[in-house]
T-cell receptor
């Protein structure tokens, strides 16, 4: 079956612009996670959803970052007033549920470059 | 605080065995995962440990000691395609994964 998909695969934007990154999880997966990964580093947690609600947004770096999942499936990560430090690969993952033994399946990521 | 340590780089020879260590100090613990990530690709699941001991899956094995905050990933019969980054991650409260920086493994012929 289809895995986690993310669009766009690459996004180049100018400093100060607004961007939206989309994630389509595996069908039937109720938990959805956003991470970002800088070069040479492991992924860093941003936010996760159980269903439509954000269950933990403690990883969002500041109020320029926001994410939604209005129907409990597709999620959008929104970044306002982008800064060069936001440049990274943004990874989305989904799992059947948020319980401890459930494996997270990762999408290919969106590479964001802020110039 | 949250701290996960693993070596930055390792090199091994094709056909050999390599052990990648991971130590962790986290405020919550709900299991430890190992993921493999090839350059430019998504991380893919390798193993999950929540109880102490060794989990074996083909050429890959993973060990956990909760009292020592320690895990290792053992890769046997190394192949060139095993060259990748190996990520250790602890599952904290609520399901989020806390990753180490990754260990870049280079397999030489």
């Amino acid at each position: 079956g289809a895995g986690v998909s993310q669009t766009p695969s690459n996004k180049v934007t100018e400093k100060g612009k607004y961007v939206e990154l989309r994630c389509d999880p595996i069908s039937g997966h109720t938990a959805l996670y956003w991470y970002r990964q800088s070069l040479g580093q492991g992924p860093e947690f941003l936010i996760y959803f159980q269903g439509t609600g954000a269950a933990d947004d403690s990883g969002l770096p500041n109020d320029r970052f926001f994410a939604v999942r209005p129907e409990g499936s597709v999620s959008t990560l929104k970044i306002q007033r982008t800064e060069r430090g936001d440049s990274a690969v943004y990874l989305c993952a989904s799992s059947l549920a948020s319980g401890s033994s459930y494996e997270q399946y990762f999408g290919p990521g969106t590479r964001l470059t802020v110039t | 605080g949250q701290n996960i340590d693993q070596p930055t780089e390792m090199t091994a020879t094709e056909g050999a065995i390599v052990q990648i260590n991971c130590t962790y100090q986290t405020s919550g613990f709900n299991g430890l995962f190992w993921y493999q990530q090839h350059a430019g690709e998504a991380p893919t699941f390798l193993s999950y440990n929540v109880l102490d001991g060794l989990e074996e899956k083909g050429r890959f094995s993973s060990f956990l000691s909760r009292s020592k905050g320690y895990s290792y990933l053992l890769l046997k019969e190394l192949q060139m395609k095993d060259s990748a980054s190996y990520l250790c991650a602890v599952r904290g409260s609520g399901g989020k994964l806390i990753f180490g920086q990754g260990t870049e493994l280079s397999v030489k012929p």
